[in-house]
């Protein structure tokens, strides 16, 4: 099997079982050790994925590893110890402030765009609630940087099921940015959630009034006309 079909189960099936049986079989290089090494924590299976991140010298990872485990002293160890400026180190630096309350740093437009709703979305998914809710109450320092994150948080909270907060985010969302066409998708989904598919519908409109190609409100208004 090539990279690509291996990375094609990883990230559109998200089969990380076979991912990982597929990686096992072939851990014979430092780039197959590392693949696996990102199975496994995609697969919350922390405690193997970190020994292999550390042999890595991935301690970003490793950090990340500990967090999870509910082992944030660890983490903030591994991370304040390297002084490296890579974007996933400096939001996992920002990160653990602001998950206790506490402002340490203030991450960049991009790291938000390409780390806060993974990061909610593991923190919701392992029951580690106050650290979500201190990360979440923390959202109007991260609006100023980049305000999409009012539409990345009600996506996390309309896929966990909060709805009345997913709701509360995509309106809030819709102030900044209403000519996003994936924001009103996002409060389609939200409108049938709560069954109300009229106004679900008139949201796939609005973002087909912005963009007529756009194929995900396509796609989502056929299946629910």
């Given at each position: 099997?090539?990279?690509?079909?291996?990375?094609?189960?990883?990230?559109?099936?998200?089969?990380?079982?076979?991912?990982?049986?597929?990686?096992?079989?072939?851990?014979?290089?430092?780039?197959?050790?590392?693949?696996?090494?990102?199975?496994?924590?995609?697969?919350?299976?922390?405690?193997?994925?970190?020994?292999?991140?550390?042999?890595?010298?991935?301690?970003?990872?490793?950090?990340?590893?500990?967090?999870?485990?509910?082992?944030?002293?660890?983490?903030?160890?591994?991370?304040?110890?390297?002084?490296?400026?890579?974007?996933?180190?400096?939001?996992?630096?920002?990160?653990?402030?602001?998950?206790?309350?506490?402002?340490?740093?203030?991450?960049?437009?991009?790291?938000?765009?390409?780390?806060?709703?993974?990061?909610?979305?593991?923190?919701?998914?392992?029951?580690?609630?106050?650290?979500?809710?201190?990360?979440?109450?923390?959202?109007?320092?991260?609006?100023?940087?980049?305000?999409?994150?009012?539409?990345?948080?009600?996506?996390?909270?309309?896929?966990?099921?909060?709805?009345?907060?997913?709701?509360?985010?995509?309106?809030?969302?819709?102030?900044?940015?209403?000519?996003d066409t994936e924001l009103h998708v996002?409060?389609?989904?939200?409108?049938?959630?709560?069954?109300?598919?009229?106004?679900?519908?008139?949201?796939?409109?609005?973002?087909?009034?912005?963009?007529?190609?756009?194929?995900?409100?396509?796609?989502?208004?056929?299946?629910?006309?």
């Amino acid at each position: 099997m090539n990279r690509f079909e291996l990375l094609k189960i990883i990230f559109e099936k998200k089969d990380y079982t076979l991912a990982e049986q597929l990686c096992m079989a072939n851990a014979n290089s430092n780039d197959s050790i590392k693949t696996l090494a990102k199975v496994l924590f995609f697969n919350r299976k922390y405690e193997r994925a970190e020994i292999l991140f550390k042999k890595l010298h991935m301690f970003t990872e490793y950090g990340y590893c500990r967090l999870y485990q509910g082992d944030k002293k660890t983490a903030d160890k591994i991370w304040f110890a390297q002084k490296d400026n890579s974007p996933l180190l400096m939001w996992a630096k920002a990160l653990s402030g602001y998950i206790e309350k506490e402002q340490r740093r203030e991450p960049t437009f991009f790291q938000i765009r390409n780390f806060y709703e993974t990061d909610l979305d593991t923190l919701l998914t392992l029951k580690m609630h106050t650290y979500a809710e201190n990360l979440i109450n923390s959202i109007q320092y991260f609006a100023d940087i980049n305000p999409e994150v009012y539409k990345f948080t009600a996506r996390v909270l309309l896929n966990h099921g909060y709805l009345a907060l997913a709701e509360k985010f995509i309106n809030t969302a819709k102030d900044y940015f209403y000519e996003d066409t994936e924001l009103h998708v996002i409060d389609a989904e939200i409108r049938m959630a709560l069954h109300e598919k009229s106004a679900a519908i008139k949201s796939l409109q609005n973002a087909l009034d912005i963009s007529p190609a756009y194929y995900p409100a396509k796609k989502l208004l056929a299946n629910i006309k």
